[in-house]
């Protein structure tokens, strides 16, 4: 198996547009087949879509920046050929751990709750015609910050105490003010701080971001699979 540069994909959806946000991304290549960067070139229909002439992309998205996504977990998978997205019209299906088989036509995409599927193994079976292939990865854990709490109210200061909980290492912290912006010195593990001491009172937020490694991933009747993870905890706070 060779290893390969590894170029952002060309995606759909909410938790697709994060594979061109992260900074973590990690690619198997089982062909000679490569995944393109830039626009958004037209899909393309294959005579063939059997899983070899496929490159697969998997993007998930733990959590997010306003309440309807911070308990939610978003999975999308597309699949790519020569750089473009794979417009199908055959009846392609792809079935997923915790989803209803969907009929293909460029990507798939669903919303889980984080609850029910960190760090569990997703199968997903993809059927073209007679053959069908599975791919499975592994939704890494959701990171979280346990103090503040959500809605507290937090003193200003040069030094804003911050735990967390993560599993690796993970991009920033960050808080907000009304119009100030502060990011977090990490001190040591599971703990950082925040100069909040220019912060106005009032309403603001403290958020996690981290970009996990997928593990697990294995697509071995594909072209390539390529796998992101973005991962956000945050928390809503007074700043008093």
Not at 102 to 117: E, Q
Not at 165 to 180: C, F, N, P, S
């Amino acid at each position: 198996m060779r290893h390969r540069h590894i170029i952002p994909l060309i995606v759909l959806g909410a938790a697709t547009v994060m594979f061109l946000l992260a900074g973590c991304t990690n690619k198997l290549t089982h062909s000679g087949h490569s995944i393109s960067d830039g626009g958004l070139p037209p899909p393309v229909t294959l005579a063939d879509t059997s899983p070899a002439h496929l490159d697969v992309g998997v993007g998930i998205t733990i959590g997010g920046y306003d309440a309807a996504s911070r308990n939610t977990t978003e999975i999308a998978l597309q699949f790519t050929s020569g750089g473009r997205l794979v417009q199908f019209t055959k009846g392609e299906t792809l079935a997923c751990t915790g989803a209803q088989p969907t009929n293909l036509t460029t990507s798939f995409d669903h919303k889980y709750s984080t609850s029910a599927v960190a760090n569990s193994l997703i199968t997903c079976a993809y059927t073209s015609g007679h053959a069908t292939a599975s791919i499975r990865f592994q939704v890494p854990s959701a990171p979280a910050i346990l103090a503040p709490t959500e809605g507290a109210s937090v003193a200003r200061g040069y030094t804003t105490p911050v735990s967390y909980q993560a599993q690796g290492d993970i991009e920033g912290i960050v808080a907000l003010g009304k119009q100030q912006k502060t990011i977090a010195t990490l001190t040591t593990p599971g703990q950082a701080t925040l100069d909040t001491a220019a912060f106005s009172t009032g309403p603001g937020s403290i958020a996690l971001t981290q970009f996990p490694t997928v593990a697990g991933a294995m697509a071995p009747a594909f072209a390539s699979l390529q796998t992101n993870c973005t991962a956000i905890a945050q928390v809503v706070v007074t700043w008093a």
